[in-house]
């Protein structure tokens, strides 16, 4: 998968590659978004993880099904906390926007496993 | 719900003081939107999770998925993020012919993404899994399909703000509506990063 | 705090699309529906809710009517069906979160020190959304009574999953209640989002978070309910459109669908909906109780922070709704436990109101009077509730007239006491009149014996076994003269609520003016002149205290006595250039927008793709119309 991404890097683009942002801050912003090459390089992790995952689901005979299954799910925590981490800029804006996301995800984390677990395991005691 | 953040909603208010928070109200807004959409898409998901191993006549999501095709549809959306962002980068210095270049890409990615999701629709559907076959299936089709209506949101609202610098009505000072669209367009990627793994790879 | 740079529209060369004149009347008959004035609208939200609230009483009075005796015949069941499923669907979703909204978006801005809501556009559009989403669900009785939406206000499938064709219910009703239950979910998740936002982010200086009024907190964790709540029954509701129309089995159980996973989203819903309802209630009393009695609210941070708890613990008890279903042992006795856990902070809160009034100088006027109603009906059916918590009694309890009678102790003694309270604490800020005092008491106490005598006996009722959503019952059970006492009762509240809207409109026209601050009160709406301004504050006020515009008219002496400052402490005797306070525009878009919504609704309801078109075209001109219009015209 992962050779795709050199077509699609900014290679003619000299003047972005390098090391920190120069941008003008946005409102919100506590700390300096991500530079393009940094974000460049973010895609390229990404890249790597989803590879990975692919990988892993076609060794799916040489592995147990829960250590895929858990290979599977921590490198989709690691590709969404990365995008909405460096992406979505929530590790350098305000905190305010991180906490208000986090209230939304983990409340539905725990919500929806609450009713998965009563729906199925626990309604057979 | 787009309509929230499209460019320039920023309303004056005379001599309103600064934000109490510190942040614009648009961004703050479509934070608290984007946590909403997580219980919405939480709720498939989970309608999912419980039907999945449901012992059911008829092909089911599961024995039709081909994954190699899936993987790179979703490697198109995971790159979209990625050219969203130079967009951002790009508007932010005021470097508008690139911005062009980078929404534009953005929404290109986003259109082939939803070209691979009906191709795989029409495919499943041609293999005897419609929508009523099992419940497995009608979670399936309902669950990508909500998601690929709201690309497709994405997709009308990027190609509204590349239209916009187009004509030139678009520029620095809009940043943060780029930004705002932005988020908009990551949550999206990152809710199918998560179908991805959960619907699609773990057995 | 870093400063945010003041985003300036863009000048655009001609004002947006140019179909339409910009519109910039602010008063007269056509500028109710471009205004995007945060009062104007919160005035329309309340009337419209007052006649939804009108429309909800007849449905119960006809219910009413069929139960007054035994084997009534005033409805066939089709239509009695219709009747108590439009009656709970109406109270909650058309009278009960509008009205909430409908304080919200008239007092948060004046409570906090803003000249506006954050999203004003927005605001408009959302109400805009919730009348077309009422009328839509009520257009349904164009085909006929009992083809009105007759699943119940809860819909369970899968009663109202099971295809139309296999004719379970009849005609289209179901599908108007879902698709209308989605257009008010995207209107109520507007306006809560926006009340997130002006709450958090549009604060005057100084007014910080535990300086806000309590209405305001309590505001605030109601939007962020409704906001957390409403995309999960949106989730269910599309699935079961699914079901009906597209004969998908989500919710039936013979194809391996789960119908008790439409129960758990509808419930994971429905409970934070209940504090949705009241919590606003709580607000408005909070606001009475210390001005009535001339204290500040004992216990403020309790107050907020038990609010807070409520918002949180909500969350956690939804399970109580479903014991008779089987959910197991386990899951039985943890949701059981937390139920009786989440009455902690509603008691913290009944004493906190006590607190406040014990040892005031009280003041019994109407709001007082409503604010106590609520204290003492509330309790009433805060204490019902704990027994649902008992799982062997809710068993005996569920589906019997008791439930019928404990929640309409806390949500019409409860809320719409509040509600009717709060109205004329807060008549005179909107519409710089009095409303009549003796007329204002005769109604609470007709209310107040009307609801007792309708809804007491429903625990009696309940507990001798008599089943909710039944017709009919036969003679010669025990229940024909406690029946007849609720059916007069029922009639009482209906004289009383003549009453209290013939008060309103008389004092509307014909009330004696109001002061600027006519209860002596203690927040900053009445530090401003009645009826508000269209731009609210001349100056955006300085906030140093909580309950800061009672600390600008009094000290306390030595002795801990009050003591009144010379006046001349508000800020409105700073002279300010009014003429140069710039408001946004009014605009048609949000009505163009959220008039595609029930276009698309049809087209959803009959299955007509074409009919689509034209309410996605409505849909795409109001949004880019919105988005290229200036959020201020030029002058």
Same mark, same amino acid.
């Given at each position: 998968m992962s050779e795709t991404t050199t077509e699609l890097e900014?290679?003619?683009d000299h003047a972005l590659l390098h090391g920190h942002s120069d941008l003008p801050m946005l409102p919100g912003e506590e700390h300096p978004h991500p530079s393009p090459f940094q974000y460049v390089m973010i895609a390229v992790i990404l890249c790597v993880i989803t590879g990975f995952e692919i990988a892993a689901y076609y060794l799916d005979k040489a592995v147990p099904e829960s250590v895929l299954t858990a290979i599977l799910v921590i490198s989709a925590i690691a590709k969404f906390f990365i995008v909405i981490g460096w992406y979505m800029h929530l590790k350098t804006d305000r905190k305010i926007f991180r906490r208000l996301f986090m209230v939304g995800f983990v409340g539905s984390l725990i919500l929806y496993t609450i009713v998965l677990l009563t729906l199925s395991g626990l309604a057979d005691t | 719900m787009a309509q929230a953040a499209l460019p320039i909603t920023h309303d004056t208010h005379g001599d309103h003081p600064a934000p109490s928070a510190g942040v614009t109200n648009t961004k703050l807004g479509m934070w608290v939107f984007l946590s909403s959409d997580c219980l919405f898409f939480g709720a498939f998901i989970t309608t999912y999770l419980l039907y999945r191993n449901r012992n059911l006549a008829g092909p089911t999501p599961r024995s039709l998925y081909n994954i190699p095709f899936t993987s790179v549809t979703s490697f198109i959306l995971l790159m979209s993020s990625l050219t969203m962002v130079l967009a951002l980068a790009a508007i932010q210095r005021n470097d508008m012919r690139r911005f062009k270049v980078w929404v534009m890409a953005t929404a290109v990615f986003g259109i082939l993404f939803i070209g691979g999701q009906v191709f795989e629709f029409t495919e499943f559907y041609r293999e005897g899994m419609s929508l009523r076959t099992n419940v497995s299936s009608s979670i399936f089709y309902v669950a990508t399909g909500l998601h690929g209506l709201h690309v497709s949101v994405g997709i009308v609202w990027l190609m509204s703000l590349w239209g916009m610098a187009m004509q030139g009505k678009l520029g620095q000072r809009d940043a943060e509506a780029v930004e705002v669209s932005g988020l908009y367009w990551h949550f999206v990627d990152v809710v199918w990063i998560v179908i991805f793994a959960v619907v699609y790879l773990i057995p | 705090m870093t400063a945010v740079p003041e985003v300036m529209p863009a000048p655009v060369e001609s004002g947006g699309l140019d179909l339409f004149r910009r519109p910039k009347e602010t008063s007269g008959f056509w500028s109710w529906f471009t205004t995007i004035d945060h009062k104007k609208i919160g005035i329309l939200y309340g009337t419209t809710a007052l006649i939804f609230f009108v429309i909800a009483g007849i449905e119960a009075l006809l219910i009413r009517l069929q139960l !007054? +005796?035994?084997? +009534?015949? $005033?409805?066939t069941a089709g239509q009695y069906n219709a009747m108590f499923t439009m009656h709970g669907t109406t109270m909650v979703f058309l009278v009960g979160m509008p009205m909430a909204v409908a304080f919200g978006n008239y007092l948060i801005p004046i409570m906090i020190g803003a000249r506006d809501v954050a999203f004003p556009r927005m605001n408009m559009f959302g109400f805009w959304v919730f009348l077309f989403g009422g009328l839509f669900i009520y257009s349904s009785l164009f085909t006929g009574i009992a083809n009105m939406p007759n699943g119940g206000w809860f819909g369970y499938t899968p009663l109202t999953s099971t295809p139309m064709s296999a004719g379970y219910l009849p005609g289209r009703g179901p599908d108007f209640w879902v698709i209308g239950l989605i257009m008010l979910g995207i209107g109520s998740t507007t306006s809560a989002i926006n009340f997130v936002v002006t709450i958090l982010n549009m604060r005057a200086p100084g007014m910080t978070l535990m300086r806000m009024p309590v209405f305001v907190w309590m505001m605030l964790v109601v939007a962020f309910l409704t906001v957390f709540a409403l995309p999960i029954v949106t989730a269910a509701l599309i699935m079961v459109f699914f079901d009906r129309n597209y004969l998908t089995n989500f919710f039936v159980a013979q194809n391996g669908g789960d119908p008790l996973l439409y129960q758990h989203l509808f419930w994971l819903f429905g409970h934070p909906e209940v504090y949705i309802l009241i919590l606003p209630g709580m607000g408005i009393v909070s606001e009475i109780l210390p001005v009535m009695s001339r204290k500040p609210l004992f216990g403020y941070s309790v107050v907020v922070f038990s609010g807070i708890a409520i918002g949180f613990m909500g969350w956690g008890v939804w399970a109580h709704h479903m014991f008779a279903t089987g959910l197991g042992p386990v899951a039985i006795s943890a949701f059981g436990l937390a139920t009786m856990l989440i009455a902690v902070p509603t008691g913290v809160k009944i004493f906190n109101w006590l607190g406040t009034v014990w040892g005031g100088s009280v003041k019994l006027n109407v709001p007082m009077l409503f604010s106590l109603g609520f204290i003492a009906m509330f309790t009433l059916g805060g204490l019902s509730g704990v027994t649902h918590s008992i799982v062997p009694a809710d068993t005996q309890q569920t589906d019997t007239y008791y439930v019928v009678a404990h929640f309409h102790y806390v949500l019409f003694g409860g809320l719409v006491f509040a509600i009717l309270g709060g109205i004329v604490y807060w008549f005179p800020k909107v519409f710089g009149r009095m409303m009549n005092e003796r007329l204002g008491k005769l109604s609470f106490w007709v209310l107040f014996v009307g609801f007792n005598l309708t809804f007491f006996p429903m625990h009696f009722l309940g507990l001798t076994g008599m089943p909710r959503r039944t017709y009919r019952y036969t003679e010669g059970l025990g229940w024909d003269t406690l029946n007849l006492v609720v059916t007069a009762g029922g009639f009482i509240i209906a004289l009383a609520t003549l009453l209290f809207v013939s008060n309103a409109v008389w004092s509307w026209k014909r009330g004696p003016i109001a002061p600027a601050d006519p209860w002596d009160g203690r927040t900053l709406e009445w530090s401003i002149p009645s009826p508000t301004p269209e731009y609210n504050f001349a100056a955006i006020p300085k906030v140093e205290a909580r309950d800061d515009f009672w600390h600008r008219k009094y000290t306390e002496d030595d002795q801990g006595r009050l003591v009144r400052l010379p !006046? +001349?402490? %508000? +800020?409105?005797?700073? !002279? $300010?250039?009014? %003429?140069s306070i710039h408001l946004p525009s009014p605009s048609y878009f949000p009505l163009v927008l959220a008039a595609g919504l029930p276009v698309i609704g049809y087209a959803a309801v009959y299955k007509n793709p074409w009919l689509a078109i034209p309410g996605v075209l409505l849909l795409l001109f109001g949004m880019y119309g919105w988005a290229i219009e200036p959020g201020t015209a030029e002058d």
């Open positions: 900014p290679a003619h | - | !007054a +005796g035994p084997n +009534g015949t $005033v409805l !006046a +001349g402490g %508000s +800020g409105e005797d700073a !002279a $300010v250039d009014v %003429s």
